[in-house]
């Protein structure tokens, strides 16, 4: 199985911040990697797929970087809309089974 | 607009077998750009791949529920099924369907519905 961390597990950050959450791979993923948006109650929300592709109506202050085993989320300027709690994918190998991190709480400072 | 949704008891006995479908409305599952996927959600905790299939019938599974999980599709009905066999407590969650294009993340959920294995 690849096995996915993410960190930091919770991040504290006020309106205007630059955020960083970091995933990493027990193993290379090349770049299959996504990352979501989930608020309590709801359906996660793609944000960005193929570690660095920005999904149709999501904010360009949210990027992604990375490949391999190392992958970044960013949130250039923090909105009060993007207090939640962040997820990475990896969907390298359906043999290996699709692996979620174990998220990100960004909550307010 | 595409829309998936999630139908079938809200409650399970323990051993018993938790069968769900998802709908699809707005676009059609049998698409060959796409695959439909489960995912899972215990109460309070992370996210967890079940499986996904191909409209074509091929099937996915998540090593660790592969002996339990099968995952089937009806395109007639645009639908696809889930059946997870020998339940126990672990298995209360919230489920997903979902669907993932080739290549990316998964892009359209279902809101999710609540299965609680209880006797």
């Known amino acids: 199985d690849i096995q996915m961390t993410q960190s930091p597990s919770t991040l504290s950050a006020s309106v205007g911040d630059r955020v960083t959450i970091t995933c990493r791979a027990s193993?290379?993923?090349?770049?299959?990697l996504a990352w979501y948006q989930q608020k309590p109650g709801k359906a996660p929300n793609l944000l960005i797929y193929?570690?660095?592709t920005l999904e149709s109506g999501v904010p360009s202050r949210f990027s992604g970087s990375g490949s391999g085993t190392e992958f970044t989320l960013t949130i250039s300027s923090l909105q009060p809309d993007d207090f939640a709690t962040y997820y990475c994918?990896?969907?390298?190998?359906?043999?290996?089974?699709?692996?979620f991190g174990p998220g990100t709480k960004v909550d307010i400072k | 607009q595409l829309q998936l949704r999630e139908s079938g008891p809200g409650l399970v006995k323990p051993s018993e077998t938790l069968s769900l479908t998802c709908t699809v409305s707005?676009?059609?599952?049998?698409?060959?750009?796409?695959?439909w996927g489960w995912i899972r959600q215990p109460p309070g905790k992370g996210l967890e791949w079940i499986g996904s299939?191909?409209?074509?019938?091929?099937?996915y599974y998540n090593p660790s529920l592969k002996s339990r999980v099968t995952i089937s599709v009806d395109t007639s009905k645009n639908q696809f099924s889930l059946d997870l066999s020998s339940v126990t407590a672990a298995d209360t969650a919230v489920y997903h369907c979902?669907?993932?294009?080739?290549?990316?993340?998964?892009?359209?959920w279902g809101q999710g519905t609540l299965v609680t294995v209880s006797s």
């Open positions: 193993q290379s993923i090349s770049s299959w």
């Open positions: 193929k570690a660095s």
């Open positions: 299939i191909y409209y074509g019938g091929s099937t």
């Open positions: 707005g676009g059609s599952i049998s698409s060959s750009s796409h695959f």
């Open positions: 994918q990896q969907y390298n190998s359906y043999s290996e089974g699709f692996t």
């Open positions: 979902a669907r993932r294009p080739s290549g990316s993340g998964f892009d359209y």
